[in-house]
């Protein structure tokens, strides 16, 4: 299994702009997580979906962040417009019993 | 208090030494819990499921105290790639989610 893939690997955008980051779960694992890393506050929960359908974003920090997933292989986390301090490491993760995370590599983004 | 707390280290400790870390939480309702290693710019893998037996795993060991609110974890004979930050991952309040702690990070030292 080639485990969760994530894209772009790296992003570097000016304030403003629209940023787009796109994950593939592993096949079969029904949730899908979006975690933000920072230095200062870790690893926080951004949103969560089981069977394609949001569960909680209550992490989500505005109305500038926004996530979906179309079908059961695919999920994009949008923001629009990017700020600096939305600056951090995004991991987006699969699992097939909520609790054990498979991780994928990041997406280490920074908004100039 | 934290829903999950954990000393952040560094540890520093010669390779074939033995190492322990706490992690103490809130929720007096949850049921598992887990242990995570995060390699430097790398991203977090599971290490340990911790349940009410504790679970040995080789040379790293997890332990629950469910009076005291706590878990653990025991490394030993430490190996220079055992140098990670160790995130202990607790459920939520309201259990619909998990809470990872800010990591402890370990250095092993030749």
């Known amino acids: 299994d080639a485990g969760v893939i994530q894209s772009p690997r790296h992003e570097v955008t000016e304030m403003g702009q629209e940023v787009t980051l796109r994950c593939k779960p592993i096949?079969?694992?029904?949730?899908l997580f979006w975690y933000r890393q920072t230095m200062m506050r870790g690893l926080e929960l951004l949103i969560y979906f089981n069977n394609n359908v949001p569960i909680d974003d209550s992490g989500m920090p505005e109305d500038r962040f926004s996530a979906k997933m179309p079908n059961a292989s695919f999920s994009t986390l949008k923001i629009q417009p990017s700020e600096p301090r939305d600056s951090a490491v995004y991991f987006c993760?699969?699992?097939?019993?909520?609790?054990?995370?498979?991780f994928g590599s990041g997406t280490q983004l920074s908004v100039l | 208090r934290k829903e999950v707390e954990q000393d952040p280290g560094p540890f520093n400790v010669p390779e074939g030494a033995t190492v322990a870390f706490n992690c103490t939480y809130s929720n007096s309702a949850s049921q598992s819990f887990f242990w995570y290693r995060q390699d430097c710019r790398k991203e977090p893998k599971l290490l340990m499921s911790?349940?009410?037996s504790g679970n040995e795993d080789g040379r790293f060991t997890a332990q629950l105290n469910r009076a005291s609110q706590y878990i653990s974890l025991l490394i030993r004979d430490s190996k220079l790639s055992d140098s990670a930050t160790y995130l202990c991952v607790v459920p939520g309040e309201y259990g619909n989610k998990l809470v990872f702690g800010a990591g402890t990070i370990l250095r092993v030292k030749s």
């Open positions: 993760a699969s699992s097939n019993d909520r609790v054990r995370l498979f």
């Open positions: 096949s079969g694992h029904d949730y």
């Open positions: 911790v349940y009410s």
